[in-house]
């Protein structure tokens, strides 16, 4: 069992080489040797059930994983019923497109707490996300993930510590870290090697060591401000975190994740990037154990 790495969405590099269609996505990724990719419904799931079948043969013909981000319009901790009603369609609709796509994850974000106080905002959060899983039990459209995903501005729900206490709701809850998101929203941190194992320690302490080790993890560079995260970047520029601690990581603990890039335009080039590191320090690192 190794690391997956994959983007997120059709790179810049896709559209060049001629390609204009997610379903030829997979076959696009398997001449990069990457092996995953997230199917990208944030701005609404209006995929075929004929297209997204079609995406996830061809994915599994080229060994490619597939997990899916939900709608945007996700907002758990809302007061509105008519928000709450869409939150729950968005993603029951999420979960089909997954079962015909054969995803096993989705990633969503929580939303934002609005006027309330943010503990208050939580407790919200929780009674929607407890309705959600209730339908999702009732529907039989367990054994896919859903993914809360750690969100990079100080005014959206989303910390670490919020993420995994909805991991606690059931088994069929895992976080989603994105350590962009994490380095923005602290202001620069997890940049090293020692801050980035205190994310994987502290999932081990709460939810598990496997959990821990097959994390689902977003990561770019990312410019931030005093409010947090403002815009995404390509690993040629000049921004944090670096990628090569969180390889480093993964390769000498024998941690597993599925590495989803979200470099903006280069996301398929710099998941690349990635990738070749996580096995060169890999091999590198069991040839010496075997010494």
Same mark, same amino acid.
């Given at each position: 069992?190794? !690391? /997956?790495?994959?983007?997120?969405? +059709?790179?810049? *590099?896709?559209?060049?080489?001629?390609?204009? !269609?997610? =379903?030829?996505?997979?076959?696009?990724?398997?001449?990069?040797?990457?092996?995953?990719?997230?199917?990208?419904?944030?701005?609404?799931? +209006?995929? @075929?059930?004929?297209?997204?079948?079609?995406?996830?043969?061809?994915?599994?013909?080229?060994?490619?994983?597939? $997990?899916?981000?939900?709608?945007?319009?996700? $907002?758990?901790?809302?007061?509105?019923?008519?928000?709450?009603?869409?939150? /729950?369609?968005?993603?029951?609709?999420?979960?089909?497109?997954?079962?015909?796509?054969? *995803?096993?994850?989705?990633?969503?974000?929580?939303?934002?707490?609005?006027?309330?106080?943010?503990?208050? *905002?939580?407790?919200?959060?929780?009674?929607?996300?407890? +309705?959600?899983?209730?339908? =999702?039990?009732? %529907?039989?459209?367990?054994?896919?993930?859903?993914?809360?995903?750690?969100?990079?501005?100080?005014?959206?729900?989303? $910390?670490? #510590?919020?993420?995994?206490?909805? &991991?606690?709701?059931?088994?069929? =809850?895992?976080? #989603?870290?994105?350590?962009?998101?994490?380095?923005?929203?602290?202001?620069?941190?997890?940049?090293?090697?020692?801050?980035?194992?205190?994310?994987?320690?502290?999932?081990?302490?709460?939810?598990?060591?496997?959990?821990? @080790?097959?994390?689902?993890?977003?990561?770019?560079?990312?410019?931030?401000?005093?409010?947090?995260?403002?815009?995404?970047?390509?690993?040629?520029?000049?921004?944090?975190?670096?990628?090569?601690?969180?390889?480093?990581? &993964? *390769?000498?603990?024998?941690?597993?994740? %599925?590495?989803?890039?979200?470099?903006?335009?280069?996301?398929?080039?710099?998941?690349?990037?990635?990738?070749?590191?996580?096995?060169?320090?890999?091999?590198?690192?069991?040839? $010496? #154990?075997?010494?």
């Amino acid at each position: 069992m190794y !690391a /997956q790495f994959g983007p997120a969405g +059709n790179p810049d *590099a896709f559209y060049e080489a001629g390609n204009k !269609a997610s =379903v030829q996505m997979p076959a696009w990724l398997g001449e990069m040797m990457l092996t995953a990719y997230e199917y990208q419904c944030s701005r609404g799931v +209006n995929i @075929k059930e004929e297209t997204a079948r079609e995406i996830g043969r061809r994915s599994a013909e080229h060994g490619v994983k597939l $997990s899916i981000h939900a709608p945007y319009f996700i $907002s758990l901790a809302t007061e509105d019923e008519q928000i709450i009603t869409n939150t /729950q369609n968005h993603f029951l609709k999420s979960l089909e497109v997954a079962l015909w796509m054969g *995803a096993d994850r989705i990633v969503f974000h929580m939303g934002g707490p609005g006027k309330q106080e943010r503990g208050a *905002a939580m407790e919200r959060v929780k009674r929607s996300f407890g +309705n959600v899983l209730e339908q =999702v039990e009732k %529907r039989g459209l367990t054994g896919i993930f859903l993914c809360p995903e750690t969100m990079g501005k100080q005014n959206q729900l989303g $910390s670490l #510590a919020e993420v995994m206490e909805l &991991c606690t709701m059931s088994e069929w =809850v895992r976080p #989603a870290v994105d350590f962009g998101h994490l380095h923005a929203v602290t202001g620069g941190k997890f940049v090293t090697k020692q801050e980035i194992e205190t994310v994987f320690d502290a999932v081990a302490e709460k939810l598990g060591a496997e959990v821990a @080790k097959n994390l689902h993890i977003h990561f770019s560079r990312i410019e931030f401000t005093k409010g947090g995260e403002k815009r995404h970047w390509t690993f040629a520029d000049n921004f944090g975190p670096p990628h090569e601690p969180l390889v480093e990581l &993964c *390769a000498l603990r024998g941690f597993t994740p %599925r590495i989803i890039c979200e470099s903006a335009g280069t996301q398929a080039n710099d998941a690349k990037v990635m990738q070749d590191l996580y096995f060169s320090l890999k091999q590198a690192h069991d040839a $010496s #154990a075997t010494m």
